[in-house]
């Protein structure tokens, strides 16, 4: 007869507990560290568009060639019209009154596969030129002396005596 009493008894403690899933983390969540606001505003993400600044000035002198070689890339400049919640910082006595200007720097904005093209490109600049250096550092290689050896390392615990 004791034995139904303890299965009861099990059963309805069972049944008291609270699930794993019941149970939150949110009480045991850090909170977030205080981070410096960005200088620049960054606009709600386009579908299908990229945005970058591009400089227009550096030390009050204008840089007219940066320019010209972002717009020939394909980088269009963004009207305050397009992005009416980047322009409570613009600079209004900027040559370019019609455009987002802050602090030297125009917004402008490229379609994705643009840029993603130009990404590519310049990642395979960059491995053909790696290539190339290694190919010449090798040149130099002789097997009595060779310039890279394969190393290994151990770690091990312990007493350090």
Same mark, same amino acid.
């Given at each position: 007869m004791s034995n139904t009493t303890e299965t009861t008894e099990d059963n309805t403690s069972a049944e008291n507990r609270n699930s794993r899933d019941s149970d939150?983390? !949110?009480? %045991? @969540?850090? &909170? &977030?560290?205080? =981070?410096r606001p960005s200088i620049l505003p960054t606009p709600n993400p386009k579908d299908g568009f990229s945005f970058r600044w591009v400089r227009l000035s550096m030390l009050n002198q204008q840089d007219v060639r940066n320019v010209h070689s972002r717009l020939r890339e394909g980088w269009v400049p963004v009207t305050k019209k397009e992005c009416p919640e980047v322009t409570l910082l613009v600079d209004e006595s900027q040559k370019f009154k019609d455009n987002i200007v802050v602090g030297g720097l125009m917004l402008c904005k490229a379609p994705t596969e643009m840029v993603s093209e130009r990404k590519e $490109?310049?990642? %395979?600049?960059? &491995?053909? =030129?790696? $290539?190339? @250096? !290694? +190919?010449?550092?090798?040149? %130099? +290689? !002789?097997p009595r002396m060779p310039l890279f050896r394969e190393r290994s390392s151990k770690t091990s615990f312990g007493r350090g005596d």
């Open positions: 939150t983390r !949110d009480l %045991n @969540v850090r &909170k &977030k560290a205080w =981070q $490109h310049f990642e %395979n600049m960059t &491995k053909s =030129q790696m $290539h190339s @250096v !290694d +190919n010449n550092f090798m040149a %130099n +290689n !002789d």
